[in-house]
């Protein structure tokens, strides 16, 4: 305590000299702000970039599996502040974070440190690789691929619907009541014919809209749509859809937060060698998309009429490949009599 009292004084000894010999007041660089004056630097914002996440796992798993993992470094990360993008064999993510230089730089090691005390964050990691963190210099080319063009604004045309495209205007309770019900007939639709993309959020004539939809509402919407495609038979797997929540541009309404929810899905990807298949949802009933409208439930004899085209155009392909084959199969023979036997002569040394 004594040296820190004297140092203070020393300070003030200045004032006491004669005006002309009086040296510049100025503190110290080290002195600016003494260790017990109680005061504190403020964190400074990040943006930190983590690779080499597991791409077998959702955007909101990856996200809560990478909270957790922060919240044990004590680094508390809110769910919005986390954007992840999964690719088919990659997925990483951008997150922003309020933290002090040291902390930031004794981060990746802690990591490592976590991940391998804790089983359940090893599962954050890719398999076979190593989990890459650091501060994003750069962010601008990440978020780039991120958004996209995933940006719509208030008002803009996308077109009519289609076989493959539905529009819904989504307003009022439609969320919490009519959604789930439009997940099942339009899904189950899609997976029993080329796929499509549901979108909620736009009008029937194709402007977009918008619908109020928070971070947490996001949630609730993906656990909804999980768990009803979890009930549907023969088995939907993750990789047959896609929900994106786009974010739109309002002038009117500008901290209002707007999404489209986009639910994509995926077709066979070989529909040449594709099996036909009937897809029911979790309640029993089948549905249809025909010329831009939906059939269901169906009856019994609608399905089986499902069922005789479908294997009926399978049958039909079969046939003009053989036919192919066979034509193929009379030209080789018909060269083969052209040309005639044809003599070897093999010598051995």
Known sequence: ETPRKSSALTVQEPLMEPPGKQPPQKLPAEQSLPEDSGLKVAPNKHTLYVGHLNPQFSEPVLSCLLRDALERL??????????VVRRPRKAYALVQVAAHGDTLASLPW?????????????????????????????PTNHR?????????????????????????????EYLSLTFKHHVRRYVCAFLNSEGGSLFVGVEDSGLVQGIRCSHRDEDRVRILVDSILQGFRPQVFPDAYTLTFIPVVSTSAPNTPL??????????????????????TDQGEVFLRRDGSIQGPLAIHAIQEWCTQKWTAELSKLEEKVKVLTMEKEQLQQQLQQHGPISCTCCVL
Do not use: C
């Open 74 to 83: 004590e680094l508390p990360v809110a769910r919005e502040h986390i954007e």
């Open 110 to 138: 802690r990591l490592q440190t976590a991940l391998q005390e804790h089983q359940i964050l090893k599962e954050l990691v890719a398999r076979g690789k190593q989990l890459v963190l650091g501060e994003d210099r750069d």
């Open 144 to 172: 780039a691929e991120i958004r996209g063009q995933e940006r719509l604004f208030q008002g803009a045309f996308l077109g009519s619907e289609t076989r493959n495209l539905e529009f819904k205007r989504g307003g009022g």
């Open 259 to 280: 999404k489209v929810i986009r639910l994509s899905v995926h077709g066979p990807k070989d529909q040449a060698q594709a099996q036909p298949q009937l897809y029911e």
